[in-house]
Protein backbone atom coordinates (compact mmCIF):
# COMPACT_ATOMS: atom_id res chain seq x y z
CA UNK A 1 0.00 0.00 0.00
CA UNK A 2 2.88 2.26 -1.01
CA UNK A 3 3.68 3.06 2.73
CA UNK A 4 -0.06 4.10 3.98
CA UNK A 5 -1.47 3.26 6.75
CA UNK A 6 -5.19 4.52 8.04
CA UNK A 7 -6.17 4.39 11.74
CA UNK A 8 -8.33 2.98 12.88
CA UNK A 9 -9.06 -0.01 10.00
CA UNK A 10 -12.96 -0.31 11.63
CA UNK A 11 -15.16 1.62 13.98
CA UNK A 12 -18.53 1.81 15.01
CA UNK A 13 -20.07 5.02 16.57
CA UNK A 14 -23.60 6.54 17.19
CA UNK A 15 -25.03 9.28 15.48
CA UNK A 16 -24.21 12.60 16.34
CA UNK A 17 -20.41 12.04 18.20
CA UNK A 18 -17.26 13.38 16.74
CA UNK A 19 -15.01 10.94 14.53
CA UNK A 20 -11.63 11.19 13.65
CA UNK A 21 -9.83 9.07 11.17
CA UNK A 22 -6.15 9.19 10.45
CA UNK A 23 -3.68 8.67 7.28
CA UNK A 24 -0.37 8.34 7.74
CA UNK A 25 2.24 8.24 4.82
CA UNK A 26 6.17 7.27 4.90
CA UNK A 27 6.80 8.42 1.16
CA UNK A 28 6.71 11.98 1.77
CA UNK A 29 4.31 12.97 -0.90
CA UNK A 30 2.78 16.55 -0.88
CA UNK A 31 -0.25 15.43 -1.89
CA UNK A 32 -3.19 13.55 0.12
CA UNK A 33 -6.25 13.35 -0.58
CA UNK A 34 -9.97 11.71 1.59
CA UNK A 35 -12.59 10.09 -0.61
CA UNK A 36 -15.18 7.66 -0.08
CA UNK A 37 -16.93 4.85 -1.34
CA UNK A 38 -20.62 3.95 -1.63
CA UNK A 39 -22.29 1.18 -3.43
CA UNK A 40 -23.46 2.84 -6.77
CA UNK A 41 -21.38 6.20 -6.47
CA UNK A 42 -17.55 4.63 -6.73
CA UNK A 43 -14.85 6.92 -5.05
CA UNK A 44 -15.90 10.59 -4.34
CA UNK A 45 -13.14 13.41 -2.79
CA UNK A 46 -13.85 14.81 0.30
CA UNK A 47 -11.49 16.99 1.27
CA UNK A 48 -7.37 16.77 -0.41
CA UNK A 49 -4.28 18.85 0.89
CA UNK A 50 -1.68 20.09 -1.58
CA UNK A 51 1.01 20.63 1.46
CA UNK A 52 1.18 21.24 5.49
CA UNK A 53 -1.77 23.78 6.37
CA UNK A 54 -3.03 23.73 2.32
CA UNK A 55 -6.30 21.97 1.93
CA UNK A 56 -9.34 22.32 -0.27
CA UNK A 57 -13.07 20.88 -0.63
CA UNK A 58 -13.35 18.33 -2.81
CA UNK A 59 -17.10 16.88 -4.30
CA UNK A 60 -18.67 15.78 -0.88
CA UNK A 61 -17.71 17.91 1.88
CA UNK A 62 -20.33 18.83 3.96
CA UNK A 63 -19.96 17.21 7.40
CA UNK A 64 -16.22 17.11 6.94
CA UNK A 65 -13.32 18.93 7.89
CA UNK A 66 -9.94 17.97 7.63
CA UNK A 67 -6.29 19.07 8.91
CA UNK A 68 -2.58 18.59 8.09
CA UNK A 69 -0.10 19.76 10.43
CA UNK A 70 2.64 17.63 9.30
CA UNK A 71 3.40 16.42 5.91
CA UNK A 72 2.85 12.89 7.07
CA UNK A 73 0.06 13.13 8.56
CA UNK A 74 -3.71 14.00 7.40
CA UNK A 75 -6.65 14.17 9.59
CA UNK A 76 -10.45 13.53 8.57
CA UNK A 77 -12.83 14.62 10.92
CA UNK A 78 -16.79 14.01 10.68
CA UNK A 79 -17.77 16.58 13.28
CA UNK A 80 -21.25 15.21 14.24
CA UNK A 81 -21.33 11.42 12.62
CA UNK A 82 -24.75 10.82 10.55
CA UNK A 83 -25.63 7.09 9.27
CA UNK A 84 -24.82 8.96 6.11
CA UNK A 85 -21.78 9.30 6.24
CA UNK A 86 -21.67 5.37 7.33
CA UNK A 87 -18.99 4.32 4.24
CA UNK A 88 -15.44 3.44 3.64
CA UNK A 89 -12.95 5.50 3.56
CA UNK A 90 -9.90 6.26 1.68
CA UNK A 91 -6.86 7.81 1.94
CA UNK A 92 -4.45 8.61 -1.23
CA UNK A 93 -0.83 10.19 -1.39
CA UNK A 94 0.49 11.70 -4.95
CA UNK A 95 4.16 13.05 -5.17
CA UNK A 96 1.98 15.09 -8.32
CA UNK A 97 -0.73 17.38 -8.37
CA UNK A 98 -1.84 16.12 -11.65
CA UNK A 99 -3.82 13.02 -11.12
CA UNK A 100 -1.49 10.32 -12.29
CA UNK A 101 0.30 7.95 -10.04
CA UNK A 102 -2.06 8.21 -6.98
CA UNK A 103 -1.84 5.42 -4.28
CA UNK A 104 -4.58 4.65 -2.00
CA UNK A 105 -4.70 3.20 1.36
CA UNK A 106 -5.94 0.43 2.57
CA UNK A 107 -9.48 2.20 4.14
CA UNK A 108 -11.31 2.49 7.38
CA UNK A 109 -15.02 0.98 7.26
CA UNK A 110 -16.97 3.15 9.34
CA UNK A 111 -20.50 2.45 10.55
CA UNK A 112 -22.69 5.06 11.95
CA UNK A 113 -25.64 3.77 13.62
CA UNK B 1 -25.07 12.60 -15.81
CA UNK B 2 -21.92 11.62 -14.43
CA UNK B 3 -19.26 12.59 -15.72
CA UNK B 4 -17.32 9.54 -16.27
CA UNK B 5 -19.54 6.40 -16.77
CA UNK B 6 -18.81 2.77 -16.07
CA UNK B 7 -20.87 0.05 -16.50
CA UNK B 8 -20.94 -2.06 -13.18
CA UNK B 9 -20.95 -5.71 -14.43
CA UNK B 10 -20.87 -8.37 -12.81
CA UNK B 11 -18.66 -9.35 -16.05
CA UNK B 12 -18.12 -12.97 -16.10
CA UNK B 13 -15.10 -14.74 -18.36
CA UNK B 14 -13.42 -18.16 -18.87
CA UNK B 15 -10.27 -18.42 -17.89
CA UNK B 16 -7.95 -17.29 -20.64
CA UNK B 17 -10.70 -15.44 -22.57
CA UNK B 18 -10.14 -11.55 -23.16
CA UNK B 19 -11.50 -9.36 -20.82
CA UNK B 20 -12.76 -5.66 -22.73
CA UNK B 21 -13.78 -3.04 -19.81
CA UNK B 22 -14.66 0.52 -20.82
CA UNK B 23 -15.46 4.15 -19.51
CA UNK B 24 -17.26 6.70 -21.41
CA UNK B 25 -16.71 10.23 -19.79
CA UNK B 26 -18.23 13.95 -20.73
CA UNK B 27 -15.59 16.41 -19.66
CA UNK B 28 -13.23 16.95 -22.64
CA UNK B 29 -10.62 18.41 -20.74
CA UNK B 30 -9.76 15.32 -18.82
CA UNK B 31 -5.82 14.79 -19.82
CA UNK B 32 -4.70 11.57 -17.04
CA UNK B 33 -7.01 8.14 -17.18
CA UNK B 34 -6.27 5.74 -14.77
CA UNK B 35 -7.00 2.14 -14.26
CA UNK B 36 -7.02 0.79 -10.90
CA UNK B 37 -8.36 -2.77 -9.22
CA UNK B 38 -9.73 -3.04 -6.64
CA UNK B 39 -10.32 -6.82 -4.62
CA UNK B 40 -12.75 -7.17 -2.12
CA UNK B 41 -12.33 -4.94 0.80
CA UNK B 42 -8.88 -3.98 -0.14
CA UNK B 43 -7.79 -0.35 -1.41
CA UNK B 44 -7.80 0.48 -5.29
CA UNK B 45 -4.32 -0.58 -6.49
CA UNK B 46 -2.89 1.38 -9.58
CA UNK B 47 -2.29 -0.90 -12.24
CA UNK B 48 -1.87 2.05 -15.34
CA UNK B 49 -2.04 5.57 -15.93
CA UNK B 50 -2.23 7.00 -19.81
CA UNK B 51 -1.70 10.86 -20.84
CA UNK B 52 -3.49 12.08 -23.76
CA UNK B 53 -4.77 9.82 -26.79
CA UNK B 54 -3.28 6.78 -27.63
CA UNK B 55 -2.68 3.05 -26.00
CA UNK B 56 -0.28 1.76 -23.59
CA UNK B 57 0.79 -1.78 -22.74
CA UNK B 58 1.77 -3.56 -19.39
CA UNK B 59 2.33 -7.58 -19.53
CA UNK B 60 -1.22 -8.42 -19.76
CA UNK B 61 -2.59 -5.28 -19.78
CA UNK B 62 -3.66 -2.44 -22.39
CA UNK B 63 -4.92 0.62 -22.08
CA UNK B 64 -6.43 2.51 -24.68
CA UNK B 65 -7.84 6.03 -25.22
CA UNK B 66 -10.10 7.39 -27.68
CA UNK B 67 -10.00 11.55 -26.23
CA UNK B 68 -12.14 11.83 -30.08
CA UNK B 69 -14.57 9.70 -28.62
CA UNK B 70 -14.10 10.10 -25.14
CA UNK B 71 -14.59 6.39 -24.24
CA UNK B 72 -11.45 4.33 -22.82
CA UNK B 73 -10.75 0.98 -22.45
CA UNK B 74 -8.71 -1.43 -20.44
CA UNK B 75 -7.88 -5.22 -22.36
CA UNK B 76 -6.91 -8.17 -20.16
CA UNK B 77 -5.19 -11.15 -22.41
CA UNK B 78 -5.14 -14.40 -20.88
CA UNK B 79 -7.43 -13.81 -18.03
CA UNK B 80 -6.67 -15.61 -15.20
CA UNK B 81 -9.14 -16.71 -12.18
CA UNK B 82 -6.68 -13.61 -9.55
CA UNK B 83 -7.74 -11.22 -11.95
CA UNK B 84 -10.91 -11.50 -10.34
CA UNK B 85 -11.83 -8.15 -8.90
CA UNK B 86 -13.46 -4.38 -9.55
CA UNK B 87 -11.78 -2.32 -12.17
CA UNK B 88 -12.00 1.03 -11.63
CA UNK B 89 -11.28 3.79 -14.12
CA UNK B 90 -10.49 7.31 -12.98
CA UNK B 91 -9.69 10.63 -14.94
CA UNK B 92 -8.16 14.20 -13.80
CA UNK B 93 -6.98 17.15 -15.29
CA UNK B 94 -8.96 20.08 -16.94
CA UNK B 95 -10.57 22.19 -14.89
CA UNK B 96 -9.11 20.19 -11.65
CA UNK B 97 -6.26 21.89 -12.76
CA UNK B 98 -2.99 20.95 -10.72
CA UNK B 99 -4.62 19.31 -7.74
CA UNK B 100 -4.87 15.83 -8.95
CA UNK B 101 -8.32 15.35 -7.76
CA UNK B 102 -10.13 12.06 -9.67
CA UNK B 103 -12.92 11.85 -10.72
CA UNK B 104 -14.08 7.87 -10.46
CA UNK B 105 -16.33 5.66 -12.80
CA UNK B 106 -18.60 3.28 -10.47
CA UNK B 107 -16.31 0.41 -11.11
CA UNK B 108 -16.82 -3.23 -13.49
CA UNK B 109 -17.16 -6.07 -10.92
CA UNK B 110 -15.07 -8.86 -13.13
CA UNK B 111 -15.16 -12.94 -12.08
CA UNK B 112 -12.82 -15.21 -13.91
CA UNK B 113 -13.67 -18.70 -13.47
CA UNK B 114 -11.59 -21.48 -14.27
Known amino acids: DAGITQSPRHKVTETGTPVTLRCHQT?????MYWYRQDPGHGLRLIHY???????DKGEVSDGYSVSRSKTEDFLLTLESATSSQTSVYFC????????????FGPGTRLTVT | QKEVEQDPGPLSVPEGAIVSLNCTYSNSAFQYFMWYRQYSRKGPELLMYTYSSGNKEDGRFTAQVDKSSKYISLFIRDSQPSDSATYLC??????????????FGQGTTLQVKP
Open chain 2, 90 to 103: AMSGGASGNTGKLI
Open chain 1, 49 to 55: SYGVKDT
Open chain 1, 27 to 31: ENHRY
Open chain 1, 92 to 103: AISESGQGREQY
